[in-house]
């Protein structure tokens, strides 16, 4: 695996391809970004993986200068996965003069669910996402369906802007009891990872319940945060929604099931398709 952190290194290392298969990423990789890198390797001419914490997206009050930074074990888990070419811009490479230009998303897209709670994330998200598809000559981006509202702000503003990259969504990958697979599981404590399966398990019961005919939707979401909220979470939201969209769900379309809750300092987010 080749590892360049210059625009013109980048450049000069993607001569020799036609077709850039591109993960974009924070790094603190786990076996959910290794999926997308592998799941990327055969849907093109050259694997390229980006590292790079996007200042953009995180609020003042997030994790930016907290969030993990674990490089050395990154480049060795992306090298067996089967990554040709890391990207892992400094700040100063990626936003050389201050950001001027942004991305701003609909905002029946980007300030419903997560962008309700952290306004402007998505803004953030859409435009280092719009500068890494550039920089990379992505043809294709793989992209995990954890961030499920982020998946679909990014398939929308390929499609608005003609940008000629296929956007492919990968499953969530989940520890054996339940818990998608997140960077921010590290900041559990042993108890509150013991307890974090519960956010899954309530999505789960409200898919089932969908699944076995119900459709009364707002009871079932009210039922999800008071079980959630009875187990000592604090619950930002849980909403069905149309997949299509993330518009007001209808009983017989496609839904998904979101969520995003607090244990402790840890804010983790899941969804269910259905
Ligand atoms: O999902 C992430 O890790 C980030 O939001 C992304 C897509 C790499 C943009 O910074």
Same mark, same amino acid.
């Given at each position: ?25 924070? &790094? ?17 001419? =050259? ?5 790079? =914490? ?177 187990? &000592? ?42």
């Amino acid at each position: 695996m080749r590892i360049v952190n210059s625009l013109s290194a980048l450049a000069e290392a993607l001569q020799a391809y036609r077709h850039p298969s591109v993960v974009p990423t924070m &790094g603190n990789l786990h076996e959910g970004h290794l999926d997308l890198v592998r799941k990327a390797k055969p849907l093109g001419d =050259v694997q390229l993986t980006t590292i790079f =914490v996007n200042r953009l997206q995180f609020g003042p009050n997030e994790d930016f200068d907290s969030y993990p930074r674990t490089f050395e074990a990154d480049c060795a888990q992306l090298e067996a996965a089967g990554c040709d070419l890391l990207f892992a811009p400094t700040e100063a490479t990626l936003y050389p003069e201050p950001q001027g230009f942004k991305v701003t998303p609909p905002a029946e897209l980007a300030d419903v669910l997560e962008g309700q709670f952290r306004p402007g994330f998505f803004a953030g998200v859409c435009t280092v996402v719009l500068k890494l598809l550039a920089c990379t000559q992505a043809r294709t981006a793989v992209f995990g369906k954890k961030d499920y509202q982020q998946l679909m702000v990014i398939r929308h503003m390929v499609r608005q802007f003609n940008l000629p990259v296929d956007i492919v969504g990968v499953d969530t990958r989940r520890a054996s009891d339940g818990l998608a697979m997140s960077s921010r599981n590290g900041y559990l404590s042993e108890a509150e990872r013991s307890q974090a399966p519960q956010l899954h398990a309530a999505l789960q019961q409200v898919a089932q319940a969908v699944r076995a005919g119900g459709t009364d939707f707002e009871a079932l979401q009210a039922k999800a945060l008071n079980t959630l909220s009875a187990q &000592g979470w604090q619950a930002d939201y849980v909403a069905l929604r149309r997949q299509a969209d993330l518009g007001p769900p209808q009983a017989g379309q496609a839904l998904v099931v979101l969520a995003a809750a607090r244990l402790g300092r840890t804010r983790l987010i899941d969804n269910l398709e259905m």
